[in-house]
C-alpha cells in the first residue's frame, strides 16, 4: 500500500512539474503567426503591397523595436506587416509571455501610432488621417495594432482565427 502512495505522489508531481514548463502567466501557447499574418493580410485587399516579418525572422529583436518599446524579453512572438509605398497600412501583432504584460504591450502600439501620426503630419496628412482611424485591442496574451482602410474585416480574421475568447477593446 506504502508503495502505490509513493508512486501516486511521484506521478502526481511529475504531473505538476511538466505544467509548470508552459507559458508564464498565459495558460495558452501562441498561434502560428505566420499562419495569423496571411490570415490578416488576405482579408485586406488594401494591404497588398506590404513587407512582413514574424519573430522568427533573424533580425525580430530589431524589427521589433520599430513598432514596440516593450523589453523583447517579455515577447513570445510577434508580426508586423507595413506599407511599402508610403502609406500608413500597417498590422502588428505581439503575443507576450505572461498575459499580464498585453496592456503594456498596447500601450507601446498606441505610443508607435501617436509617432506615427506626428510623422504624416508633417508629409501625408491625408495618411496621418488614416492613422487616427488606427485600432489598438488586446486579446487573451496579444496586443494588436490595425491600420488599413479595411480594418474590420482584418480584425475578423484576427478574432476568427484564435481560439474564442472575450476580446478587450482598448
Given at each position: 500500500m506504502r508503495n502505490r502512495i509513493r508512486l501516486l505522489v511521484i506521478a502526481l508531481l511529475?504531473?505538476?512539474?511538466?505544467?509548470?514548463?508552459?507559458?508564464?502567466?498565459?495558460?495558452?501557447?501562441?498561434?502560428?503567426?505566420?499562419?495569423?499574418?496571411q490570415a490578416m493580410l488576405a482579408a485586406a485587399p488594401s494591404l497588398s503591397e506590404t513587407a512582413s516579418t514574424t519573430g522568427d525572422a533573424a533580425d525580430a529583436k530589431e524589427t521589433f523595436s520599430y513598432v514596440s518599446d516593450l523589453p523583447y524579453d517579455k515577447v513570445e512572438n510577434f508580426l508586423l506587416s507595413y506599407s511599402t509605398t508610403g502609406k500608413a497600412d500597417e498590422i502588428a501583432v505581439i503575443a507576450v509571455k505572461d498575459s499580464a504584460d498585453v496592456t503594456k504591450a498596447a500601450d507601446s502600439l498606441r505610443a508607435h501610432v501617436e509617432s506615427r501620426r506626428k510623422l504624416f503630419l508633417q508629409y501625408g496628412p491625408a495618411e496621418a488621417a488614416r492613422v487616427e482611424k488606427a485600432q489598438v485591442f488586446t486579446k487573451d496574451q496579444y496586443a494588436v495594432l490595425i491600420i488599413c482602410d479595411d480594418s474590420p474585416t482584418v480584425k475578423t480574421a484576427f478574432d476568427d482565427f484564435l481560439p474564442s475568447s472575450d476580446t478587450g477593446s482598448d
Open positions: 511529475a504531473v505538476l512539474s511538466l505544467a509548470a514548463c508552459g507559458n508564464e502567466g498565459s495558460g495558452t501557447a501562441t498561434v502560428n503567426m505566420k499562419q495569423l499574418q
